[in-house]
C-alpha cells in the first residue's frame, strides 16, 4: 500500500524527515489517513523462481521468470537458478538484490544454498550464502523487512523443524539464529513487512494442520508470538503484503479462498475474496498496493495438474482476484519475491 498522505501544511510528504519526532517509517496514521513508510522490501518487478512442473512426479526447475506487477502481463524469462530445485523455504529483496533459500533437487537431497540475483538485471543466480540449520524445504516461509531475510520453519531430512533464521541482505554470511515457531512445521506461509511479519498454517508432520498465526518482530531474535488463527486448518498456503496487511490464499485445491490480517492487529483472519482458481503451493509478490499469485499444483483437485495462472488483487480491497496472464512454464513450489 502506497501512503495516502501526500502533502502536510502544503509540504510535499517526501520533504518532511521527522513529524512530532517520528520518521516515515514509523508512523501508521495521521488524521485517519495511512502513513505506511517506505517500502524496502517491495519493488515494481516479480519474480518467480524454480519449482516444480506440477506434473505429480515432483520434478525440479531451474527457471526464473519475471513480470512488472503493474501491468497484465504474463512472465518473461529471466535466467536461470544454480540448480534445479522446489520447496524453497525462504524468499525476498532488499528491492535491489534477490535471495532464494533452500529447496530441495530431487527426491532425496535438500540443499542449504541460498542464491542472489539483482532483480532489475535479467540473468543467473549467483551463491549468498548458507542456511545455518542445514538443508530443508518445504513452504514459502520467507520474510523480508528490506534489511533482514527471516527464513521459518520447513522440512529436513530429520522431520519438520521449528527454527527461525535470518540473513542480512547488505552482508552475505552463513544464517543467524533467531528462535523458534510454536511447534516445528513446513508448509507454512509468512509475510514481508516494516516492523513484524506473520506466519501461518502449515502441518506438523503427523495428524495436524495447522490454523495458528504467529508473529516475529524483526528487529528480535525471540520466538514468535501467537496472534489468532485462520479460518481454517491449512497448508502450503502464500501471502503478499502491503505494510499494513497480508492476505492469505488458502493451500486447498478444493477451495479458491483467500483472507486477510490486519499486520498491527493482533486478531483472526477475516474473508477477503476468491482466487479465480483453486491451488496449492503457489508463489506470488506485491508492489504494496497490488498483489499478485502466481502458479501452484492441484488445480481442478487433480495432483497431476499444475497451474500456470497469474492473479492480481488490490490489498487494501476485499474482492476476488483477476486472472492477469499465465507462467511461461507452470511452477509449484517455487520461491516469489519482488524488487526494483
Not at 6 to 12: C, D, E, P, V, W
Not at 295 to 313: A, F, L, P, Q
Amino acid at each position: 500500500m502506497a501512503n495516502e498522505i501526500t502533502n502536510i501544511n502544503t509540504i510535499a510528504l517526501a520533504n518532511i524527515a521527522k513529524f512530532n519526532d517520528q520518521d516515515d517509517s514509523d508512523l501508521e496514521k495521521f488524521n485517519g489517513q495511512e502513513f505506511t513508510g517506505t517500502l524496502t522490501w517491495a519493488g515494481t518487478r516479480g519474480v518467480l523462481a524454480g519449482g516444480n512442473d506440477g506434473s505429480g512426479s515432483e520434478t525440479p526447475l531451474n527457471v526464473i521468470q519475471y513480470k512488472t506487477i503493474a501491468s497484465d502481463v504474463g512472465t518473461s524469462d529471466f535466467g536461470d537458478l544454480q540448480s534445479a530445485r522446489f520447496g524453497l523455504v525462504g524468499s525476498g529483496s532488499n528491492v535491489t538484490l534477490g535471495v532464494f533459500a533452500g529447496g530441495k533437487t530431487s527426491s532425496s537431497n535438500n540443499v542449504t544454498d541460498t542464491d542472489k540475483i539483482t532483480v532489475a538485471t535479467t540473468g543467473s543466480e549467483a551463491d549468498f550464502a548458507d542456511l545455518r540449520v542445514g538443508a530443508r524445504m518445504g513452504g514459502a516461509g520467507g520474510a523480508s523487512n528490506g534489511t533482514l531475510l527471516f527464513v521459518t520453519g520447513g522440512r529436513a531430512a530429520s522431520g519438520r523443524i521449528d527454527n527461525k533464521e535470518y540473513f542480512t541482505f547488505a552482508s552475505p554470511a552463513t544464517s543467524v539464529d533467531a528462535g523458534n515457531l510454536d511447534k516445528a512445521k513446513s508448509g507454512i506461509a509468512a509475510s514481508n513487512g516494516n516492523s513484524k511479519y506473520l506466519i501461518a498454517g502449515g502441518y506438523d508432520g503427523g495428524s495436524a494442520t495447522e490454523n495458528v498465526i504467529e508473529y516475529h518482530t524483526f528487529s528480535t531474535s525471540a520466538d514468535s508470538s501467537s496472534t489468532g488463527t485462520l479460518g481454517t486448518t491449512d497448508q502450503e498456503g502464500y501471502m503478499i503484503s502491503s505494510a499494513a496487511r497480508a492476505v492469505y490464499f488458502r493451500g486447498d485445491s478444493s477451495s479458491a479462498v483467500m483472507e486477510f490480517m490486519t499486520v498491527s492487529s493482533e486478531g483472526n483472519a477475516s474473508g477477503f475474496g476468491d482466487a479465480t482458481v483453486a491451488r496449492a503451493s503457489m508463489s506470488g509478490w506485491s508492489d504494496g498496493t497490488r498483489g499478485e499469485f502466481a502458479g501452484g499444483d492441484n488445480e481442478g483437485g487433480s495432483s497431476t495438474n499444475g497451474s500456470n495462472v497469474i492473479d492480481k488483487i488490490t490489498i487494501a480491497s476485499e474482492d476476488d482476484a483477476a486472472d492477469v496472464g499465465d507462467l511461461i512454464t507452470i511452477s509449484a513450489d517455487g520461491g516469489g519475491l519482488s524488487g526494483t
